[in-house]
């Protein structure tokens, strides 16, 4: 478990970065999507860190919170360095069961490994730890963003 600090959007897009670098080594070689579950009260970074990710990967399109939409696709830059060709923002705030997905495609959105999927409240559709490549918390502590990669 690792926990960093943020104070900016610059400290989190760094922060994100080195993460990025890490976690695609990691999961270069799957044969699924990466699923990476987002965790923290409203307001804590989440879609921040998301944002900071589509920078990354080069997507040059305004992020924005799909809450309403529950899910949004970009297409990553073909002239990256990452695996993957696709991220897939979903936020589950408002779902209530996993069978909430299934009108998502989840099933085909988790069978390619060119997908990177970042869920926003995984724990409102049982996706646990043990479900998920990888998982990150969000809080809010003494003025700056603590995000912790667990």
């Known amino acids: ?18 993460w990025l670098i890490n976690i695609s080594n990691i999961y270069n070689e799957t044969d699924e999507a990466l699923i990476v579950g ?10 921040a860190f998301v944002k900071c990710i589509a920078k990354e990967l080069g997507i040059q399109d305004d992020i924005t919170s799909p809450t309403f939409v529950l899910m949004k696709m970009y297409d990553v830059a073909t002239s990256t360095k990452w695996p993957w ?3 897939v923002h979903i936020d589950a ?5 996993r069978e909430d997905l299934i009108a998502l495609n989840w099933e085909q959105l988790v069978a390619n490994k060119y ?36």
């Open 1 to 18: 478990m690792k926990t960093f600090k943020s104070q900016s959007l610059d400290e989190t897009l760094t922060i994100a970065s080195k």
């Open 38 to 47: 987002l965790s923290g009260h409203l307001g804590a970074g989440k879609t």
């Open 85 to 87: 060709r696709r991220l």
């Open 93 to 97: 705030y408002r779902l209530e069961r």
């Open 115 to 150: 997908n990177l999927i970042l869920i926003e409240w995984p724990e409102q559709v049982g996706l646990n730890e043990f479900e998920k490549s990888a998982h990150i918390q969000f809080e809010i502590k003494d003025g700056a963003y603590t995000i912790v990669f667990v």
